[in-house]
């Protein structure tokens, strides 16, 4: 079984759009993270939630909008989608909140995301 | 602020060779370190993580770093490369403005037969 799973794997979309990207974890944890890794590989934190709450939110623009509707869901909702929104976005999670006992993050396998 | 700097972008070694790579980092406070490794068009993948204790880490797949706090380093090393090392690594640090990792920009990892 897959511990954090994302869909879809790939999404092509034309400017202005709006889409969303779904994760679901399974392995019981109570927090939740969403990554942005640009074209250079560089890692970012945008999100993240803990028990259903937004614990992080970093600087990301408001057409981003992520959703828990429990703890084992976290998806994220893209609004007017711009070229620069390419990327490829991971979903995470971990037992605790970050920072907190050093514990490690459980990523999921990442949705490809090209806006043309 | 936190912050993870990785020397080295780009990494080849020769199978059966050393492999070292560098990360060092900047805290405020006494940090949780980590190396993760990502395969091509994969997630990442945690292959090892300091948080107290034992400065000499153990990791997966024969990896190892050392915590050396005078040097503000966690330098991931493998005494042999595999092909199958292959990938980028990712050294990160738990200290962000509310806790979260802060990675490096990565650094790949070639291995020639």
């Known amino acids: 079984d897959t511990a954090v799973s994302q869909t879809p794997k790939y999404l092509v979309t034309q400017m202005g759009n709006d889409k969303s990207i779904k994760c679901e974890q399974n392995?019981?944890?109570?927090?939740m993270y969403w990554y942005k890794q640009d074209s250079k590989k560089f890692l970012k934190i945008m999100f993240s939630?803990?028990?259903?709450?937004?614990?992080i939110n970093e600087t990301v623009p408001n057409r981003f909008s992520p959703k828990s509707p429990d703890k084992a869901h976290l998806n994220l909702h893209i609004n007017s989608l711009e070229l620069g929104d390419s990327a490829v976005y991971f979903c995470?999670?971990?037992?605790?909140?970050?920072?907190?006992?050093?514990?490690?993050?459980?990523f999921g396998p990442g949705t490809r995301l090209t806006v043309t | 602020a936190q912050s993870v700097t990785q020397l080295g972008s780009h990494v080849s070694v020769s199978e059966g060779a050393l492999v070292l790579l560098r990360c060092n980092y900047s805290s405020s406070v006494p940090p949780y370190l980590f190396w993760y490794v990502q395969y091509p068009n994969q997630g990442l993948q945690l292959l090892l993580k300091?948080?107290?204790?034992?400065?000499l880490v153990k990791g997966i797949n024969g990896f190892e770093a050392e915590f050396k706090k005078s040097e503000t380093s966690f330098h991931l090393t493998k005494p042999s490369a595999h092909m199958s090392d292959a990938a980028e690594y990712f050294c990160?640090?738990?200290?962000?403005?509310?806790?979260?990792?802060?990675f490096g920009k990565g650094t790949k990892l070639s291995v020639k037969p």
């Open positions: 300091y948080t107290t204790g034992a400065t």
């Open positions: 995470a999670s971990s037992q605790n909140p970050p920072g907190l006992a050093g514990d490690e993050q459980y």
């Open positions: 990160a640090v738990s200290g962000g403005s509310q806790g979260n990792l802060i």
């Open positions: 939630y803990n028990n259903k709450e937004l614990i």
């Open positions: 392995l019981g944890h109570d927090t």
